[in-house]
């Protein structure tokens, strides 16, 4: 599942959208989609210049300088594909536009937890759909993560809770903490200033090498010019329960925390 790298890496890819003209917009199936304060699903953004691809956390907002946005959510296997017009059409692709430089932007979702978001206004889609989010887990300090010190829930738990921290999934949640040497099962509320300064740091510090890494592909992930991400290689707890510990030679521990499949280290994580 794509998490803030891959997302922020599908971003830089379709920046060369900047500056084109949508010509064309067609939605093929509808359920994916989302109208947001009444805006046309109908041919949406035709007619419109891209002006700007932002990110917070896991999703994509295609901005307009004449004010609509589309939002993009890649959910599980979600991609947004850059093509030439006229590519044939893959399967399980829900909306397509043509653009003012030849090329097609297409959603293509087939398990379909992704969708999108048709807003007339930027302010519109952040009322709805960012300001739900907690901050973006690339810029995140110690303080963002005050809600720890009086919470009971496990700190891998609240490291997935996207209203407290954006874009980090279980990947990189396990990856960060292996970095911070904090043991994903600890609670929040017994975490040391330290501990917190430690774990924020690690955070920021995870994501950026997956991002120079392109992402990390472990089934479906591509950019939008269907390249595959490296960071996979770097993972150092994610993936590998049972197996030494990069650092100590240990054996990795591997169970159910949050519901989600979690990987430490029980010499280096304390
Ligand atoms: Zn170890």
């Known amino acids: 599942m794509p998490e803030l790298p891959e997302v922020e890496c599908v971003r830089r890819s379709l920046e060369p959208l900047v500056g084109c003209r949508v010509v064309e917009g067609r939605v093929i199936r509808s359920d994916v989609v989302t109208s947001i304060g009444g805006a046309p699903l109908d041919r949406p953004l035709v007619g419109c210049t891209i002006s700007g691809i932002r990110r917070r ?25 850059m093509v030439d017009e ?7 692709t829900h909306a ?23 807003a007339p206004t930027a302010a ?42 954006a874009g980090v999934g279980n990947i990189y949640a396990d990856e960060a903490l292996f970095e911070a040497r904090v043991r994903p099962t600890r609670k ?3 975490l040391t200033r330290i501990e917190l300064e430690r774990l924020a740091s690690a955070v920021r ?23 595959a991400g490296q960071a996979q290689h770097g993972h150092r ?13 240990d054996r990795l521990r591997k169970r159910l925390v949050a519901q989600r499949t979690t990987v430490w280290c029980s010499t280096c994580q304390s």
């Open 57 to 81: 956390g896991k999703s994509l907002a295609v901005c307009c300088a004449e004010g609509p946005v589309l939002g993009v959510h890649l959910g599980m296997t979600g991609r947004v594909l």
């Open 86 to 92: 006229g590519s044939p059409i893959e399967p399980h």
């Open 96 to 118: 397509v536009w043509r653009l003012s430089n030849g090329r097609e932007m297409r959603f293509v979702d087939p398990r379909r937890f992704g969708g999108l978001w048709i």
């Open 124 to 165: 519109a889609f952040e009322a709805e759909v960012w300001s739900r989010l907690g901050p973006d887990a690339l810029e995140i300090r110690a303080d963002d993560l005050g809600e720890t010190k009086t919470s009971r829930r496990p700190i891998k738990s609240m490291l997935l809770d996207q209203g407290l921290l």
């Open 188 to 190: 929040g509320v017994r």
């Open 205 to 227: 510090a995870v994501l950026a090498r997956a991002i120079s890494a392109g992402g990390s592909t472990l089934r479906d992930y591509r950019n939008a010019q269907g390249q």
């Open 237 to 249: 707890v994610y993936g590998r329960g049972g197996q030494p510990c990069t650092v100590c030679g």
